[in-house]
């Protein structure tokens, strides 16, 4: 099954849109100083966010240099790819996705928003378990600007940036505690992190599950478009892989 649903897009050079590979684009632009590298893979440091860069079109030595990074049987976290995994990877996950672009979005500041930061991550942590927003870790906050609201000194929502490629920046960790769910707090904060994008003079995306539509909706209503489907997936590196004669040889670290 191809990973993405949509050709990626190209600009009059013929050059790929930096959302087209956005972990990859983040990695080797604005948020290069996070790369770790392992030939020509990217990712991200482990507690920072999961996700692993591959090239446009990966070849075999670029899944054997993936699994280096990840070692014999570690979990890989991928999107945006043009080609699956090799056949002998076990996808663990899988889920359809779609990106979001800024195309009216009324961004303002929010009163009530407060700047989030490294000593606020356990209550982040706190309310991402609750909520499950998708993958928040101990130093995503790192990635950007977190702005959350508290009721009675409690953090009730939260939404921040992510991935940062050239001139745009993703809008993530949107996340609302059930108690506070109906009173728009999730919208504000998304504008009011859009605000700041703006203010830098980029452009906000963000990607969310296909099957959320409510979701989709919300950001639909908000001034957000669709530009493109995706694909998220979880693999397994094998716990061997091919020599070039063909024998099978332990996975490295």
């Given at each position: 099954m191809?990973?993405?649903h949509?050709r990626?897009?190209?600009?009059?050079?013929?050059?790929?849109?930096?959302?087209?590979n956005p972990?990859?684009?983040s990695?080797?632009?604005?948020?290069?100083?996070?790369?770790?590298r392992?030939?020509?893979?990217l990712?991200?440091?482990?507690?920072?966010t999961?996700?692993?860069a591959?090239?446009?079109v990966?070849?075999?030595?670029?899944?054997?240099?993936?699994?280096?990074?990840?070692?014999?049987?570690?979990?890989?976290a991928?999107a945006?790819?043009?080609a699956?995994?090799?056949?002998?990877w076990?996808?663990?996950?899988?889920?359809?996705?779609?990106?979001?672009?800024?195309?009216?979005?009324?961004?303002?500041?929010d009163?009530?928003?407060?700047?989030?930061?490294?000593?606020?991550v356990?209550?982040?942590?706190?309310?991402?378990?609750?909520?499950r927003?998708?993958?928040?870790?101990p130093?995503?906050?790192?990635?950007?600007t977190?702005?959350?609201i508290?009721r009675?000194?409690?953090?009730?929502?939260?939404?921040?940036e992510?991935?940062h490629?050239?001139?745009?920046?993703?809008?993530?960790?949107v996340?609302t505690?059930?108690?506070?769910?109906g009173?728009?707090?999730?919208?504000?904060?998304?504008?009011?992190?859009?605000?700041g994008v703006?203010?830098r003079?980029e452009?906000?995306f963000?990607?969310?599950?296909?099957?959320?539509?409510g979701a989709?909706?919300?950001y639909?209503?908000?001034?957000?478009?669709?530009?493109?489907?995706?694909?998220?997936?979880?693999a397994?590196?094998?716990?061997?892989?091919?020599s070039?004669?063909?024998?099978?040889?332990?996975?490295l670290?």
């Amino acid at each position: 099954m191809p990973q993405n649903h949509t050709r990626p897009r190209t600009d009059a050079t013929s050059r790929p849109h930096p959302l087209d590979n956005p972990a990859r684009s983040s990695l080797t632009g604005p948020h290069a100083h996070f790369a770790e590298r392992h030939g020509r893979i990217l990712r991200y440091p482990v507690d920072v966010t999961p996700w692993i860069a591959l090239p446009d079109v990966p070849d075999a030595q670029d899944w054997a240099d993936v699994a280096g990074l990840a070692g014999p049987g570690g979990s890989v976290a991928l999107a945006a790819l043009q080609a699956p995994p090799p056949q002998d990877w076990e996808i663990v996950f899988r889920a359809e996705g779609v990106q979001l672009v800024d195309d009216s979005v009324a961004a303002a500041p929010d009163p009530e928003a407060v700047r989030l930061g490294p000593q606020d991550v356990p209550e982040m942590l706190d309310l991402v378990a609750r909520t499950r927003p998708g993958p928040f870790l101990p130093r995503t906050v790192e990635m950007g600007t977190y702005l959350g609201i508290r009721r009675g000194g409690t953090l009730v929502a939260m939404a921040g940036e992510r991935l940062h490629p050239p001139g745009w920046t993703e809008i993530s960790g949107v996340c609302t505690d059930e108690s506070v769910r109906g009173q728009g707090l999730a919208s504000r904060l998304v504008l009011a992190v859009a605000h700041g994008v703006r203010e830098r003079g980029e452009t906000p995306f963000l990607h969310a599950s296909a099957s959320n539509t409510g979701a989709v909706r919300l950001y639909e209503s908000i001034g957000f478009r669709l530009r493109r489907r995706t694909e998220f997936l979880s693999a397994l590196v094998p716990a061997t892989l091919p020599s070039a004669d063909g024998t099978r040889r332990p996975s490295l670290r």
